[in-house]
């Protein structure tokens, strides 16, 4: 069973950078499809960003794509979500999640690992 820790929350102006971190544990990395979701007080949890086994695919929300970057690091079982230009809108709860399937996938039931969240905050 793979466990999931991030890192890399704070808090930081709007217009500002952060850089999340994943470590996953217990499992192969390699063969899990990874995701980034948000969840703000008081809302749903949303789909950020995923990436495929190999790391050649990368699906974006239309709200961060274009700021936000995944990639991943399978020597290091690692997995990140580099954010810029960030907005007070960021503001939330950032989970990383695994999927062990061969499709990227963007809802969160489509996932069966998850980590504990680390909180961004974005002030104005």
């Known amino acids: 069973q793979v466990q999931l820790i991030e890192s890399g929350g704070g808090f930081v102006q709007a217009g500002g950078s952060l850089r999340l971190s994943c470590a996953a544990s217990?499992?192969?990395?390699?063969?899990?499809?990874m995701g980034w979701f948000r969840q703000a007080p008081g809302k749903e949890r949303k789909f950020v960003a995923a990436?495929?086994?190999?790391?050649?695919?990368?699906y974006y929300a239309d709200s961060v794509r274009g700021r936000f970057t995944i990639s991943r690091d399978n020597a290091k079982n690692r997995v990140y979500l580099q954010m810029n230009s960030l907005k007070p809108e960021d503001t939330a709860v950032y989970y990383c999640?695994?999927?062990?399937?061969?499709?990227?996938?963007?809802?969160?039931?489509?996932?069966?690992?998850w980590g504990q969240g680390t909180q961004v905050t974005v002030s104005s």
């Open positions: 999640a695994g999927r062990r399937a061969v499709r990227v996938a963007t809802t969160p039931r489509d996932y069966d690992t």
């Open positions: 217990g499992g192969t990395f390699s063969t899990i499809v």
């Open positions: 990436i495929s086994w190999t790391g050649g695919t990368t």
